[in-house]
């Protein structure tokens, strides 16, 4: 039986007779919140993916991922040198993800200047990000957020530091509502700002800087501490601002914000990342999404400049955290428990398993991807009568900077012109029934599920589903000769269609 001190097993019959394969399988569900548990009847998480490889089409990677066979295996491999009953210790659990530093540093080329925290969730990175925040020389904290309205769910509560379920990652009860830390939530003004304007459109990144920079003020005026969270690649594939535009922000400002970027897709590239930590900022990621590994996992990317200033973590992260996953010398770590998430580590380091791989690939084989995808993508639109999302900020102004490369491996479709998904409530029920079509009989396929940004005249909103590929997927079809790849993107999505007629 696992003890006290670990997130490990918590069932008795993992023991030294347990195949490897359970062993992953049972793990891959744990130590990430009520969210991993799987439904007896579907075999599905909350994230409606599977704790195992599975063959099915899928190109949700804008949500979720299952995890593929290669991750799978490296899972496998990790709890092989481990040993059951798996009950590793807290030191231990701090010595892996010491290891898995390493590997995100080698992979992201990271300077030693920066801190790597661990979550266990995209939403738990919240806390991480208010934790950046708190001062003792401040009257308060304004988190200035934008595109929240395009976040993963949670994460408007987490950013003003409540509690987003009844059970936290570490199996703790909570009550979901509540102030992670009565003191610090009190201390909280969160300002959202949109990416959207009432008519769908991205609103274009200079007015975004001016709305931006209007908050920074009022802020200072009342003698808080104003914190910036921007988007790199939000769930309809926006970026704003743009560096340019963020480097206005920071002439005008100086050290005076603390810049948060929200990269929890994963849709970003080496050059980028170091792009924003030079100037100071903290970039979120997830291990799921872009990345390819299952969900729930996540990490922080912390230069040493977002960490002058900032006071002791609160005590009440225990709840969320162990101390492992903060660096050592931070204030306040010694406070969190010395326990171990092995769900935790095992998501991580198939995540990382996925990265290493993509980062083998020479730069022109993403671009040959991208080109066929985005052709094929297109293909699949017109045939269906859907329309394309706008991604273009520069509709309004001269500002027409391209977009990353790695944002472009996501389109989202407006399918608000199809008969039965008008709009956002039978998209929903389109993406579910799409997803369950192995209870009848058929093939499933999994697409990113709707996203509540864009308004029909009636005020509804409009429906959308999303296309996105993984780097996993990305890897298999690089490997490929450009006309297969062709052919294996209009196949799957041949499949997409003809399950979409069905069902509508």
Not at 199 to 211: H, K, N, Q, W
Not at 377 to 395: I, N, T
Request: proline share 6%; with cysteine.
């Amino acid at each position: 039986m696992a003890s006290s001190s670990t997130l490990s097993a918590r069932l008795p019959f993992l023991s030294e007779g347990s195949s490897l394969t359970y062993a992953a399988t049972h793990f891959l569900t744990q130590g990430g919140g009520p969210t991993l548990l799987l439904d007896e009847t579907s075999g599905l998480n909350a994230f409606h993916v599977s704790a195992t490889p599975t063959p099915d089409p899928s190109y949700a990677s804008a949500f979720a991922n299952n995890i593929s066979s290669g991750a799978f295996a490296a899972v496998q491999r990790l709890l092989a040198d481990l040993d059951a009953p798996y009950d590793i210790a807290g030191k231990d659990y701090g010595t892996q993800l010491e290891k898995l530093r390493l590997r995100l540093r080698e992979s992201y080329n990271l300077p030693h200047s920066v801190d790597i925290v661990f979550a266990a969730s995209c939403v738990d990175l919240e806390h991480v990000a208010l934790a950046l925040g708190r001062r003792d020389t401040s009257a308060g904290l304004t988190s200035i957020v934008l595109g929240l309205e395009e976040a993963d769910t949670g994460c408007a509560q987490a950013a003003a530091g409540l509690h987003t379920e009844d059970r936290t990652a570490a199996v703790l009860p909570v009550a979901k509502g509540e102030p992670v830390n009565p003191e610090l939530a009190a201390q909280i003004q969160l300002l959202s700002l949109p990416l959207r304007d009432l008519a769908g459109d991205p609103i274009p990144s200079e007015d975004a800087m001016l709305a931006i920079a209007s908050a920074v003020e009022l802020a200072q005026r009342d003698g808080r501490q104003p914190l910036v969270r921007i988007v790199h690649g939000s769930l309809s594939g926006l970026v704003a601002l743009s560096i340019p535009h963020l480097d206005t922000l920071r002439r005008r400002f100086g050290p005076a914000i603390l810049l948060v970027v929200d990269a929890t897709q994963g849709r970003i590239s080496r050059d980028n990342i170091a792009a924003y930590l030079s100037r100071g900022a903290t970039v979120l990621l997830s291990g799921s999404k872009f990345l390819g590994g299952p969900p729930s996992s996540a990490f922080a990317l912390v230069p040493a400049a977002a960490r002058n200033g900032m006071t002791a973590l609160p005590e009440s992260y225990a709840s969320l955290f162990s101390k492992h996953e903060w660096p050592a010398s931070w204030p306040g770590v010694e406070r969190l428990p010395d326990h171990a998430n092995l769900g935790l580590l095992v998501r991580l380091s198939a995540a990382i398993y996925e990265l290493e791989l993509y980062t083998t690939l020479a730069p022109g084989e993403l671009r040959r991807v991208v080109h066929q995808f985005d052709a094929a993508a297109k293909r699949l639109m017109r045939e269906m009568g859907f329309g394309p999302v706008s991604v273009a900020h520069s509709k309004y102004t001269n500002e027409d900077q391209p977009r990353p490369l790695e944002v472009q491996t996501s389109v989202m479709m407006d399918i608000s012109r199809r008969r039965l998904a008008e709009d956002h409530i039978a998209a929903r029920s389109l993406h579910l029934q799409l997803i369950n079509a192995k209870l009848r009989g058929s093939r499933p396929v999994r697409l990113g599920p709707p996203v509540k940004g864009f308004k029909l005249p009636d005020g509804r909103f409009a429906g959308n589903l999303t296309l996105s590929l993984s780097m996993p997927q990305i890897v298999e079809l690089a490997a490929m000769e450009t006309q297969s790849i062709a052919d294996q993107l209009d196949g799957d999505f041949q499949t997409i269609a003809k399950r979409i007629r069905e069902l509508t």
